[in-house]
């Protein structure tokens, strides 16, 4: 019996300084051994996907001729449209979350809800208020954002904090949800929702 304690209190001990040793160990590091917090890692994963995106996209503009400066209204939706059309085919598997994941999403709510608490909030919610607000539309990941209907405009402290895009995608506010949108396909990539805090009007 005294050599079952025994063992019992010697395994108590390893558990112990096993979790002391978790709780206690410094944080992870990047190839060139610089300390990163968990914050930078979760910009990084999201900054790769994003580029994954551009990447996939730029194949499918390749075999497009691109509209000229001068070329028509119309052209620019053919244009448009069939971009659009050959990204959509390529992602036919996308879904929420292939950019927005759980630890993206989570930190990106932070980072939104940051200048709402600031005081600079008031003029963030009169500012979305005047802006001609999104309302009805729930745009869906992989299809276009209707042409007839406008895009909000957003107050950039809102959206400040957030990392910076390649030129062919945007940020943009629809009710209470954050969406990635390329910009020249008119295709939503991602969405986020709920990005915006509850006390923001929604659709």
Known sequence: MTIIKGVAAVAWVLAA?????????????????????????????????VDEYVKL????????????????????????????????????????????????????????????????????????????????????INQQYPQTVALQSTPPTLLSDLPKLPAEIEYRIVGRELILLDSAAGLVVDLLPDALPASQPGP
């Open 17 to 49: 300084n096993s979790w002391l040793l978790t709780q206690n160990a410094p944080p992870p590091k990047s190839s060139n051994g610089i300390s990163v917090n968990q914050d930078s890692l979760t910009i990084q994963d999201f900054s790769k996907r």
């Open 57 to 140: 996209r730029k194949r499918m503009e390749a075999g497009l001729s691109a509209p000229k400066s001068k070329s028509s209204s119309a052209d620019l939706k053919q244009y448009q449209a069939a971009l659009a059309q050959k990204i959509s085919a390529e992602r036919s598997q996308a879904k929420p979350g292939d950019i927005f994941t759980p630890a993206v999403s989570a930190l990106f709510r932070k980072l939104i809800a940051t200048p709402f608490k600031s005081g600079h909030g008031s003029k963030i919610r009169a500012s979305l208020r005047h802006a001609e607000p999104v309302r009805g539309l729930s745009p869906a």
